[in-house]
């Protein structure tokens, strides 16, 4: 079952890096009390919690134990989505509210004025999924599964608007993501770049790519349309097309498997 699927210790883990780091470094007395807290806000957003929303996005639209494609539209995966994905970005705009204030607003560093250029990416983020538009399809609260040409939407018809959100929103994060990350490296070695600093960024970020290759490995990823409403969608059609590609179908398949791909599946 889908709800069996649990993400609960990610904020966890978010919460004891950033802790880590701050009391590390507070301890190390090489950066003020408020660049420490910064450092710990930082590193629990853009090490774990917006990354970790990124993956989850990617893919979990179709999560380990669901009874698919039976059930579809399971929208578990967007739910945590966007509750990393704000959360991060909260924590890290406090976090530069603390340098503000730290620092009477200079930023005369590379890491400075790179974290600025993550901070807007990430906020373009955020004010361009309230622009994403309307969702359509069959399973719209304001449609009528029997009636399609009840089935309009921003998403469902893949107009311009939808279409530009989507290279925005996807390209942009990702771009965010990989500049953060260099952010923080620059970060550290401001701070001295501390030997247990650089192993909890190694064990975040390695983590992270484990994530990344399970769900290429595992085939994991599935189209959104076939993950909100079913394996008789594609993409850009209009209503509905009888079948998917092959290939759609069998990373639909292989997603739905806890326990990895389906060996009579081609990988």
Known sequence: MARAFSLWPLPVVAALAGVTAWHGLQQDGRITPAMAVHAGLMIAS?????????????????????????????????????????SGIVLSTGGVLLVLLDTGGRFGTVHGRLGLAVMA??????????????????????ADRERPETWRGDHYDMTLRRRLFEHVHKRGGWAAIALADVAMLLGAGLAGSPGWLMLVLGLLHGAMFC?????????????????????????????????????????????????GPDPRLPA
Request: proline letters at 6%; glycine letters at 10%.
């Open 121 to 142: 990416i990430g906020w373009i983020q955020v004010l361009s999924a309230w622009s994403r538009g309307t969702r359509g399809g069959p399973t719209d609260r304001r």
């Open 46 to 86: 853009w090490s774990v919690l917006i990354p970790a929303g990124g993956v989850i996005a990617r893919y979990f639209k179709v999560t380990p134990g669901q009874n698919f494609p039976r059930v579809v539209d399971n929208l578990v995966w967007w739910h945590w989505h966007r509750a990393l994905q704000y």
């Open 211 to 259: 994530a990344v290759l399970d769900g290429v490995l595992r085939g994991r990823w599935v189209d959104t349309y076939t993950a909100l409403w079913g394996m008789s969608f594609v993409r850009g059609t209009s209503p509905v097309r009888p079948e998917t590609s092959r290939a759609n179908q069998d990373a639909s398949a292989r997603a739905a498997r806890p326990d």
